[in-house]
């Protein structure tokens, strides 16, 4: 686990994404060589003809419960991107469609990992234009909460942006620079970076905020908590500012970052040289996930009260109820 990263007090339950996303990172768990079955670089064939009619039946159910909800509260470009990839068509998308029809957007697939892989494989995919999903899809009694991320997270939540020509070049880019940060020792501050904008990220489109981060367009509690609980700081993005912050693993964030367009975040960060700002970073303390600091141009500044009440209740439940009633996320 990278360094103050928050762990709640006593609580195993953590939620999917981010701890695969830490196992990633971290490289923990994960052998150099591929498993059994897959080839040189992890990926496996998704082979489509295995899911069972209950697997293509849990796709349609969280499908039309997300695809309902975020009506209004994700961006245009995702809610676009979801009827043009034909992703509201029944089961599971099949990856090579899927790919053929991304491919001529804007040159990305989608490819099949049977589980974690490493940084580097994960990011030199990445910067191949490839985006590797989980081929297993939760069960029925997980709609809500799952450990890992699964076919539904990594296709519903990260597909349909990679449809935007924009998005698409920064996920290429981020790849890049995962594998430059390998070389700085900096691979923690873009972690945080792919956390507060990839999964967690927010947008502001015509005067209001929208939701883009993934990790948060795939659960149905955070995709309403991040845009409308009062509980969250809601912070214009600075990278600096983001790559100093720490982040929640275990439930919902304290604090979500807002982009001002994706040309500006593809502008911040493809543009910019990270040398020496992972250098400025070994200056600078690491900043809380709920802090709010005197520079921040702030959104909300966040009660925090969701955060509170779960840290007093001695079982870890918050007494004070999240929109929707979830105490875990789904990424
Ligand atoms: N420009 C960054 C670097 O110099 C790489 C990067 C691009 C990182 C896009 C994240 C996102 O390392
Ligand atoms: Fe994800």
Redesign the pocket.
């Known amino acids: 686990m990278p360094p103050g990263v928050v762990m709640s007090a006593g609580r195993a339950v953590v939620a999917c994404r981010a701890k695969a996303y830490i196992r990633r990172m971290e490289s923990l768990h994960i052998h150099d060589a591929p498993p059994e079955g897959a080839a040189d670089d992890w990926t496996v064939p998704q082979d489509w003809a295995h899911y069972s009619a209950q697997a293509h039946a849990t796709w349609d159910r969280l499908f039309a419960r997300q695809a309902r909800q975020l009506q209004g509260r994700a961006c245009a470009a995702f809610l676009r991107n979801l009827d043009a990839l034909h992703l509201s068509r029944p089961g599971i998308p099949d990856f090579d469609e899927l790919s053929e029809r991304l491919h001529k957007r804007t040159g990305w697939q989608v490819v099949a990992v049977p589980g974690l892989v490493p940084d580097a494989v994960f990011f030199d995919h990445l910067a191949n234009r490839r985006f590797v999903a989980g081929n297993f899809i939760r069960r029925p009694d997980q709609l809500d909460y799952l450990e890992e991320p699964d076919v539904f997270h990594d296709v519903f939540g990260h597909v349909p942006l990679l449809a935007d020509p924009v998005y698409a070049d920064?996920m290429q880019?981020?790849g890049?620079?995962g594998l430059?940060?390998l070389d700085f020792g900096a691979l923690n501050k873009?972690a945080r970076?792919y956390w507060y904008t990839v999964e967690f990220g927010l947008i502001e489109e015509e005067g209001a905020l929208r939701l883009f981060g993934a990790g948060i367009v795939s659960s149905h509690g955070e995709s309403r908590f991040a845009l409308d609980d009062p509980s969250p700081n809601r912070i214009g993005f600075d990278l600096t500012r983001v790559m100093r912050t720490n982040y929640r693993i275990d439930d919902y964030q304290q604090s979500y970052f807002v982009i001002p367009s994706f040309e500006a975040l593809l502008r911040a960060?493809?543009?910019?040289?990270?040398?020496p700002v992972y250098a400025a970073l070994e200056r600078l303390p690491d900043v809380a996930p709920e802090a709010v600091l005197a520079q921040d141009r702030l959104f909300t500044r966040g009660t925090q009260a969701y955060a509170i009440g779960k840290a007093q209740s001695p079982s870890g439940r918050s007494s004070v109820s999240p929109l929707g009633g979830m105490a875990n996320r789904t990424t």
């Open positions: 920064y880019a981020y890049q620079g430059r940060s873009l970076l960060t493809a543009e910019t040289d990270f040398a």
